[in-house]
């Protein structure tokens, strides 16, 4: 059984940081990409950013320079880092990675439960 808990997630004002936490647990043999989406009310859902097994990063424009997704892979573990805060990053954040459970031949993909984030003065 393979699942992703994301953490982190609260209430900040607008210019703050938040920094989101996402561990994945069970029978796993190997974690490739991974990566934090987000939905709001009313809009679907999008990539927020993406990191490869090795490192290499990618982020949605709306929040480049703003946000740093990282991973450590020894822990299983992928973080987002969130400074310079605005309204309209108010969303449910979820956790998702391609996981190589033990037992398996192939990477299934996992989402987390999600975790609100909301930038309100």
């Known amino acids: 059984q393979v699942q992703l808990v994301e953490s982190g997630g609260g209430l900040v004002q607008p210019g703050g940081s938040l920094r989101l936490s996402c561990a994945a647990s069970?029978?796993?043999?190997?974690?490739?990409?991974m990566g934090w989406y987000r939905q709001a009310p009313g809009k679907q859902r999008e990539l927020v950013a993406h990191i490869s097994r090795d490192g290499k990063t990618n982020y949605a424009d709306s929040v480049k320079g703003r946000f740093t997704i990282s991973r450590a892979n020894a822990k299983n573990t992928v973080y987002l880092q969130m400074n310079s805060l605005k309204p309209e990053d108010t969303a449910v954040y979820y956790c998702?990675?391609?996981?190589?459970?033990?037992?398996?031949?192939?990477?299934?993909?996992?989402w987390g439960q999600g975790t609100q984030v909301t930038v309100s003065s």
């Open positions: 998702n990675a391609d996981i190589l459970p033990l037992g398996r031949g192939y990477e299934v993909g996992y």
């Open positions: 069970g029978t796993i043999y190997s974690i490739n990409a």
